[in-house]
Nanobody
Framework: QVQLVESGGGLVQAGGSLRLSCAAS????????MGWYRQAPGKQRELVAH???????NYADSVKGRFTISRDNAKKTVYLQMNSLKPEDTAVYYC????????????WGKGTLVTVSS
């Protein structure tokens, strides 16, 4: 049974940084692409960063140049380094497998809340 546990969120001033972590279990982590998603109040959940099993990355335009996704296969953990944070980055952040999400998968971890004050 897959479990995803996100951590590292908090309250930060605009321009600050945070590093999120997502520990995965119940799957062959190294074979899976992973993604970081976020859901702001009143908005749909969106994919903001993606990393393939081989380490190639892709980002939403809104975070490109500010966020960096990485993974540690030995620790079964994916990270999101967030720099130059803006108030519009305020959201609950989740990790998941993009292929699972695209296929209609319903499981999500609890997420971690990031609040950026102006």
């Amino acid at each position: 049974q897959v479990q995803l546990v996100e951590s590292g969120g908090g309250l930060v001033q605009a321009g600050g940084s945070l590093r999120l972590s997502c520990a995965a279990s119940g799957m062959i982590f190294r074979l899976n692409a992973m993604g970081w998603y976020r859901q702001a109040p009143g908005k749909q959940r969106e994919l903001v960063a993606h990393i393939t099993s081989g380490g190639s990355t892709n980002y939403a335009d809104s975070v490109k140049g500010r966020f960096t996704i990485s993974r540690d296969n030995a620790k079964k953990t994916v990270y999101l380094q967030m720099n130059s944070l803006k108030p519009e980055d305020t959201a609950v952040y989740y990790c998941n497998r993009p292929s699972y999400v695209a296929g209609g998968g319903a499981y999500w971890g609890k997420g971690t809340l990031v609040t950026v004050s102006s």
